[in-house]
Each structure stands twice: as C-alpha cells, then as structure tokens.
C-alpha cells in the first residue's frame, strides 16, 4: 500500500530517506502538506536514525538573576523596569544562597538567562559564574544568550569574542539558545527592535563554536511570522551548524500570548494549537538534518502534548528545571518545574528510553524500557 497519496510528500520521502538534504521549497511543502501522518513518519525515521528510541533529559535548574530589561520586546511578559515593584535583581551572594536553597543532589545544569539589566558592571557577570562553580563543584553553568553576550559586551567595551572568552574562563559551560526569536527583519522590527539584530546573533554562536563552547538555538512562532520566516530561521541556522557544527538542539518556543503587548496589539488570548507545535517540530527535524537534537519544550507546550511530540522527531525534553518565570509571566499553564521521575514516566509511557545526560549531552544514565500499561 503507498503510504502517501501526497506526490510531492512521496518525492520528499525518498530523499529523506536516502538522507539527502531537502531544499527550501520542499521544507515548505512539509509545512503545507495535509498529510500529517506522512510527515510525522518523516520527522519520526531521521529522529529513530539518530538516536533510536533514546530520548534525552536533564536534571537541571533555572535561575532568572534579574528581570529588569530595558529592551521591550514587545513578546515578552517577564521584563520590568527599574524601581517597579515586581523587579527582582540578584547579587552574587543572592545567586549563590538562590541556588543552595533550591538545590537538590544530582542536578547537572544550572540554565540561567536573564533581563538585560542597564547598570551592572561587567566584572559582575565573570564574578557569578565564578562563585557558581566555586559553591556547586561539578555545576554545568548553561548561561547567557546571544542577546545577553551583546549587551555585556557594550557594557564591558570589549568585542563578544573576548566577553565570551572571559566567561569561558570564570567556568561557563555552553550557551542556551534564547534570544534568537525569528531572524526575518520584517518580524524582528515588529517583535524585538532594539534586540540583537540576527546576523549579530548568529555571529556569536559562531564565536562561540570557535571556543569550544557549544550552544543551542531556538524560534519563537505563533505570532506574526509567516511559514516562509519561519523556515529561513531555520535555514539560517542550518547554514551555521555546516560552518561550526556546533549547535547541540533546536527549540521552537510556542508564543504564549498574555501579559505582552504583542499579544494584546493583536487582540491574541489563544495558545499555539497542538497540531501546529507538532508540525513545526516535525518540519525542524527533517528539515535541520545536522542539528543532533529537537527539543520539545514541555515549559511551553504542555507534558502531554511534549509525549505525544516524541514521534514528531523530538529527542529531548529539556528538563526538570525547577523554576521557570519568562514563560509563566506571559500565561504557560504547566508546572514551574518537574521532577525527574515524572519525566522519565513521560519518556516511557511514550514507549520510548529516557537517557539522563548533562549539559553537554554526555549520557549519565539510560533508564532502560519497562513494559508499562497504558491505564498505568
Ligand atoms: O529568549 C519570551 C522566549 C526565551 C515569550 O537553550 C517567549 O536549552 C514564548 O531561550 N512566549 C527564553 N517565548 C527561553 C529559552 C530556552 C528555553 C528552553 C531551553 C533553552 C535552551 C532555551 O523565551 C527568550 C524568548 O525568546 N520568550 N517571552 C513568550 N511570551
């Protein structure tokens, strides 16, 4: 029986499947595509290829320093100004004595991005990581985006090269992979005018690979950005892994519409629908065929729908993270945190083998399969 009555999907399959690369038209075929079951089948073989039934988590932490941000991003529900009262601003004892109060043995990863505050000095960013490692020996610091890199660069008036050097040197693991919202200038004016402009963040990624640290990347959809802007990000960042190879996972971040002016601009209340989350990690896997990992992300798109996106190319599930605020501020219903236990159920219930690995995606422990009834 042929599995798709989609020529064009047909045509597709036959080059993801002799692991030739897709060109931009045929990415925007699997996003147009009515047959969702022939392109789950597509995200799920180069998902399996690469990694099996293997699926990825950390035992990890999330610390937001400061929410203070004078940049306005019109998305965001996090950022507060100065002297509002809902402003936090942590020192670097705050940081350390935030991370002992909440910590609990086994954890790898601390992921902390943060506001872009206007007047910390910068010896103040080095100083943090610094006594990080020092208190939590072993810690992986997962910190500071591309935007943040800009930022501290401006303030330290040196090149991002030498800030990410610096850093590199206080005890910094790798970047995550924020900030990079959707690189089309069109969206970007609208969205995030006074944030790293696109070329600048994927020049510090680059800089970054230079280092040896290894970075993630994301895309915030489900806002104003059409299909076509949607695949040139991930175009551009295709382009980038070929150069440095350096990306460890790709994470669609689902627009959570409330408390920003964006959303209110647009007269938006809704979330992203569940079928356009799984299209859009099913198109990302197939179509960034050198990125290791897709990332679903359950912060925003729920742990059920996350289980579910295990067959729509997804092979990590970030992790159990603890405290998450950017998200929650602009509406996320799902928990602040999770513990690991109840990710490694999610992995499993989903028939797939939950592998605990660290930051930079050493695997600590794979937990193996069990038999488990659907009622369990
Ligand atoms: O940079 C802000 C985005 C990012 C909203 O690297 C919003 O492993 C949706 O980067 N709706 C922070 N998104 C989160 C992030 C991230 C998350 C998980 C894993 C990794 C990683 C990185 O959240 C921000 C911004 O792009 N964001 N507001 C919003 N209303």
Redesign the pocket.
Known sequence: MKWTRDPRLAAIAEKVEAGERLDFEEGMHLYRTRDLNGLMRLANLTRERLHGDKTYFVHSMRLEFTNICYVG?T????AARKGEERAWDYDVEDVVAHVRSKWEPGITEL?M?SGHHPNRPWAYYPAMVRALVEHFPGLQV?AF?A?EIEHLSRIAKKPTLEVLRELKEAGLAA???????IFADRVRREVARNKVKSEKWLQIHREAHSLGLR????M?Y?HIETLEERLDHMHRLRDLQDETGGFH?F?P??????G?T??QNLGKTEFTTGLDDLRNLAVARVYLDNFPHV?G?W??IGSELTQVSLDWGVSDI?GTILEEH??H????TSPLGLSKQKLVEMIRRAGRTPVLRDAFYNELEVLGEVAVDAAD
Not at 75 to 78: D, K, L, N, S, V
Not at 175 to 181: D, Q, S, T, V
Not at 253 to 258: E, G, K
Request: aromatic share 8%; proline share 4%; glycine share 12%.
């Open positions: 991003c998305f965001c529900a996090f992921h991005s997962k985006t935007a970047l995550p992979g924020g900030g990079a919202e970075t993630n990347a994301t915030l489900g996972s994470i971040l689902a627009f959570q519409p409330l920003n964006l959303a990332k992300y912060v925003m970030d950017i998200a501020a602009a509406g996320a």
